[in-house]
Structure formats: structure tokens, C-alpha cells
């Protein structure tokens, strides 16, 4: 039997819960989620609250009880109905108590009692405060914040004493909070004004119907990753931040980018990131950000993006340099060929991960090839190719042709063949041997193995090592390349922390010993002193 409506069984009663209302969020034994019921239940006494979780394993119903439904919940276990009254159920607190339970540690000390005057007793009544002059040393630090990180302390209100108690913050980070309503933020970055970066990762806001009131000129920087706003949202939002350069809404399920009625809310947009959604149209997405005259980097990593076909001149992006597309099922050297088209100053392409480079033939010479496919490409796979390397790669890139592509195809399917001969010459039909050569001597060999342990370092004790595999490499690659490169061998998610370790042959040692490579540091394998012929050793967790 269906659940009857609610509405159709009690008439809404006056509550004496101002604070709660449908669009809210809370926080329950640190599970979040968002009221969708307030009021009465069938059959039960008092006042509660319908709440569907985040986590849609979370709860016991999809918004029904009893045979009454109140909600819908978007899973079948992603709902629960709490009293209103329920123990450790946070509604949301201000900014600045949030920020006075971070930053003031009340610690205090009998041994220093001072007294103070109460205001409102007019003089009348003296209180001794403990520790006086420590709170007001943290008290005067606040003022001096400029980087504030809150993440989950369950703010959920701007209130309206931030400017006076800290108003020097440029970034501040308030992912995994309890906002839920677009005016608090307003409210908030007006009383900072020299607010640069926002991030709001993991709050979920009431969707607006209209455009965002407020002018909040010094954010340039706004983060939105896990929010679910759409690109309709993001315009009527943007509306309160004229000054915004970088927008990201990664992960918010964005099938496609809607256009919006207005198109000039991004004025000065440059960056925007729309990684790890379900983008799948080329044009659709073009069509959308063709409006974004700023527009100098493009982030759509891990999408289901699946061909790039050609542009019309109309529709080519002369401003963007900047595009990252890895994880993305392109599989065509046709999609990289038509890059050149539809970005003619692009200069830095991340292209990770994608079925294209899957074929070992292919993967051992991916970058020469890209390299000379793109002509005013200047950094691959976030390292930088220098003069040599290019002149190296448009060579072999036509040496690759002379081998595969028949003499009266060259021109019409590889687009800068015509161009690439007459700047170095077209290799002999028989003879790219010695080519091929040339460029194989710039790939080094290096021996991947798993190690047992941490080895101990400065020591030539070794622990137990099992040989996993060889890979070819640029000396050049960057070691946050590297690192990808390996998780991806292991099959471990992107954020696994793994300890890498590069063998150091010791002169008069047939072992040498490890030494352990910092991946957080901008350097790539030369400077570590990885060899051709090298060995890595690994740790997993």
C-alpha cells in the first residue's frame, strides 16, 4: 500500500522552533544531512524532524513512517525522523564562536586574578577574571589571522561580529559545515574585506531562484567542490562576487552545463574546475564556457568525455592555455589533433590516464607524440619540454608517420606534416633507424621493486624485495608524475600514501643502500639520481 500524504492527515502545527526549517542542515553523532520534515508525526506526541542523510545508508526510511509519507528521500535507506529535542544534534553556531574554540586555548592560572567591572551593572558589581591578560594576547592574535582553516565545526551562521574580531582573513577554508542558506555567506565575506579565497567543500545550500544580493569585491578564489550547484546555480551565486577569477564545482554530478539566461556574470573568470563529474558532451561543455572571454585554464579531469570532434572558426578558444583531461575515456589521436584547433595557444595539457595510451607501443613514445602533434605546447603531463625535446619529438613524430601512414594520406590525416617537413626535412622511407635510436637513448630504464619494510636509512641492511616491474622513463619526468605513475601499476586510489625509495650504489658496494624520495618536492628523477638501470623500492600501506 502507497504512504498516504501527509498533508492529507494533520494541518500543519505552530511551532516554537524558529531555528529549524525545511533546507536546514544538522550534524547527528557527526553524520550529516538536511531537514526536509518539521512538525508533527502521525500517531506520535511532540515535534520532530524528517532528516535525510548524506550518507544514503545512513538512515531507516525514504521519508515515510507508519503508511505516511512526509519526504522523499533520494535512497530508500537515506531518511530518519529525530525529535526535535534529540541530544547531540548540532543546528549550526556562528563564525566566531567556531573560531574562539579553534584558536583560544582557556587555560587558567590561580596564581594570576585580576578584577573587572561589569558593563551593564553601571559600576555596581566587580567579578575576578582569571588569566586576564593570556585571553587578551589570543584575542589580538585573532585580529592578525590571515589563513583560517574550520573545516567541521558545525557553522552553520555568520553573525554579525566577525569584522571587528578578525578582519584581516584573505583564505579561509570552511568545508564540512552546517551552511545551508547563500545570504550567511554573503553576510560573512562582507565582513572581511580582505577576503580572497572561500572554500565551502561538502555544505549543501537551498538552490537560489534568483540572483545573489550582496557585493563582496575582494574574493577572487571560490570553491565548490561536493556542493551539488549546477552551472545555472554558479551564475545566480557569482553575482555576489564581481571579482571572482577561479571557480571550482568538482564532483557536484554535472551531466551537462546548462545555459544560463544572463552570460555575463564571470567577467574576469580565468580558471574554472569541473573535475570529477559525469561530463560527456565536447560541444555542449565549449558552447557553455564560449562565454567566459577571461578563460585561461580548463580543468575536466575525470569525466566520461569521449571524443573531441573538430571545431568551426567560431567556436575556437584563443584565450585558453591551460587544460587538464586526464581520466577521461578519449581513445583517438584524432581528439589530440583537434586540441590544436580548438586551443591554438595552448600551452600546458594534462592528458593522465586515458585508453589512447593503453597500447605499451603507444604508451613508450605518448609524449614525443603528443609533443609533435601540438605545436605550441610548452609543458605535457605537468613537465616542461625544452628545445631539444621538441625538436626530438617533431622528428620522431614524422619518422612515426613515414612508418604508418601511406604517402598520399600524411597530409590530410596528420595536420602539420606539410609543416613539420619543411622545418626538418622528411626522413628517408627506409632508413629511421638511426632516428628511432636517437630518441630511445633519451628514455632510461628503471627496476620497480616491493619492499617488506621501511629500510633503515644510512645502513646497508635490505629488507626482503619482490621484483614488479620495469618501466621506461624521461630522466625529466617530475616525481609527483612518477608517483601517479606507480599507484596506478598498484591499482591504489590517487590519495594512498605510498613511501618510494631510489637504490644509491655506493662505490665499493655490490648493494649500495636506500634513500628515501621526498614526493612533495618539485624535482624529477635526475635530481634524485635515478639512472638508467636504476632500482625503486616501494612501500605500500
Given at each position: 500500500m502507497r504512504p498516504r500524504p501527509f498533508e492529507s492527515l494533520i494541518a500543519p502545527a505552530k511551532l516554537d522552533l524558529p531555528t529549524m526549517s525545511v533546507g536546514d542542515r544538522v550534524c547527528f553523532h557527526s553524520d550529516f544531512g538536511t531537514i526536509r520534515h518539521v512538525g508533527p508525526l502521525v500517531g506520535k506526541k511532540g515535534q520532530w524532524l524528517g532528516i535525510e542523510w548524506d550518507d544514503g545508508q545512513r538512515g531507516k526510511n525514504d521519508g515515510s513512517i507508519d503508511g505516511t509519507r512526509y519526504f522523499t528521500a533520494k535512497s530508500p535507506t537515506g531518511a530518519s525522523f529525530l525529535r526535535a529535542t534529540a541530544p547531540s544534534l548540532h543546528l549550526g553556531r556562528t563564525f566566531t564562536e567556531a573560531l574562539r574554540d579553534k584558536y583560544i586555548e582557556e587555560r587558567y592560572d590561580d596564581s594570576k586574578v585580576e578584577s573587572v567591572v561589569l558593563g551593564s551593572s553601571d559600576g555596581a558589581i566587580e567579578v575576578e577574571a582569571v588569566n586576564l591578560n593570556k585571553v587578551r594576547s589570543k584575542f589580538a592574535q585573532l585580529s592578525k589571522l590571515k589563513e583560517v582553516g574550520l573545516e567541521n565545526y558545525?557553522?552553520?551562521?555568520?553573525?554579525?561580529?566577525?569584522?571587528?574580531?578578525?578582519?584581516?582573513?584573505?583564505?579561509?577554508?570552511?568545508?564540512?559545515?552546517?551552511?545551508?542558506?547563500?545570504?550567511?555567506?554573503?553576510?560573512?565575506?562582507?565582513?572581511?574585506?580582505?577576503?580572497?579565497?572561500?572554500?565551502?567543500?561538502?555544505?549543501?545550500?537551498?538552490?537560489?531562484?534568483?540572483?545573489?544580493?550582496?557585493?563582496?569585491?575582494?574574493?577572487?578564489?571560490?570553491?565548490?567542490?561536493?556542493?551539488?550547484?549546477?552551472?545555472?546555480?554558479?551564475?545566480?551565486?557569482?553575482?555576489?562576487?564581481?571579482?571572482?577569477?577561479?571557480l571550482e564545482l568538482g564532483f557536484n554530478e554535472l551531466a551537462t552545463l546548462e545555459e544560463p539566461s544572463s552570460t555575463g556574470a564571470l567577467p574576469n573568470l580565468d580558471s574554472l574546475v569541473l573535475d570529477g563529474n559525469v561530463l560527456t558532451n565536447w560541444?555542449?561543455?565549449?558552447?557553455?564556457?564560449?562565454?567566459?572571454?577571461?578563460?585561461?585554464?580548463?580543468?575536466?579531469?575525470?569525466?566520461?568525455?569521449?571524443?573531441?570532434?573538430?571545431?568551426?572558426?567560431?567556436?575556437?578558444?584563443?584565450?585558453?592555455?591551460?587544460?587538464?583531461?586526464?581520466?577521461?575515456?578519449?581513445?583517438?589521436?584524432?581528439?589530440?589533433?583537434?586540441?590544436?584547433?580548438?586551443?591554438?595557444?595552448?600551452?600546458?595539457?594534462?592528458?593522465?590516464?586515458?585508453?589512447?595510451?593503453?597500447?605499451?607501443?603507444?604508451?613508450?613514445?605518448?609524449?614525443?607524440?603528443?609533443?609533435?602533434?601540438?605545436?605550441?605546447?610548452?609543458?605535457f603531463n605537468s613537465s616542461a619540454i625544452s628545445e631539444e625535446e621538441r625538436k626530438d619529438a617533431e622528428f620522431f613524430y614524422l619518422t612515426w608517420i613515414v612508418r604508418n601512414v601511406e604517402r598520399n594520406k600524411r597530409e590530410s590525416e596528420h595536420p602539420r606534416w606539410k609543416e613539420l617537413v619543411e622545418l626538418h626535412g622528411e626522413p628517408e622511407e627506409e632508413a629511421p633507424r638511426v632516428d628511432t635510436t636517437r630518441l630511445q637513448s633519451r628514455l632510461i630504464t628503471i627496476n620497480v621493486f616491493v619492499l617488506t619494510e621501511v629500510p633503515q636509512m644510512g645502513t646497508s641492511k635490505r629488507p626482503e624485495q619482490k621484483f614488479q616491474q620495469s618501466l621506461q622513463l624521461l630522466p625529466n619526468m617530475p616525481i609527483k608524475t612518477l608517483r601517479l605513475k606507480l599507484l596506478k601499476i598498484f591499482k591504489a586510489k590517487p590519495t594512498t600514501q605510498i613511501r618510494v625509495f631510489v637504490d644509491l650504489v655506493q662505490e665499493g658496494s655490490p648493494t649500495g643502500s636506500w634513500g628515501e624520495i621526498d614526493l612533495a618536492k618539485q624535482a624529477d628523477l635526475t635530481w634524485w639520481g635515478v639512472e638508467n638501470g636504476g632500482s625503486l623500492g616501494i612501500v605500500l600501506p
Open positions: 558545525m557553522i552553520g551562521k555568520a553573525g554579525d561580529d566577525i569584522q571587528p574580531v578578525c578582519p584581516n582573513i584573505k583564505r579561509l577554508d570552511l568545508s564540512r559545515n552546517l551552511f545551508s542558506d547563500w545570504n550567511e555567506i554573503v553576510r560573512l565575506s562582507e565582513q572581511l574585506p580582505h577576503l580572497e579565497s572561500l572554500t565551502l567543500h561538502y555544505n549543501y545550500f537551498r538552490p537560489l531562484s534568483a540572483p545573489l544580493q550582496g557585493s563582496c569585491r575582494s574574493l577572487v578564489e571560490l570553491l565548490l567542490n561536493r556542493t551539488n550547484v549546477d552551472w545555472k546555480q554558479a551564475h545566480l551565486i557569482v553575482c555576489a562576487f564581481p571579482s571572482l577569477r577561479r560541444n555542449a561543455l565549449i558552447k557553455a564556457i564560449k562565454p567566459l572571454r577571461s578563460l585561461s585554464t580548463l580543468m575536466v579531469s575525470d569525466n566520461q568525455i569521449g571524443a573531441i570532434p573538430l571545431p568551426t572558426s567560431s567556436e575556437v578558444l584563443p584565450k585558453t592555455d591551460t587544460l587538464f583531461l586526464d581520466s577521461n575515456p578519449l581513445s583517438s589521436w584524432n581528439d589530440v589533433d583537434a586540441l590544436a584547433l580548438w586551443f591554438p595557444n595552448l600551452s600546458n595539457l594534462r592528458l593522465l590516464d586515458v585508453p589512447l595510451f593503453n597500447d605499451p607501443e603507444i604508451s613508450k613514445y605518448a609524449r614525443l607524440l603528443v609533443i609533435g602533434r601540438l605545436k605550441s605546447l610548452r609543458r
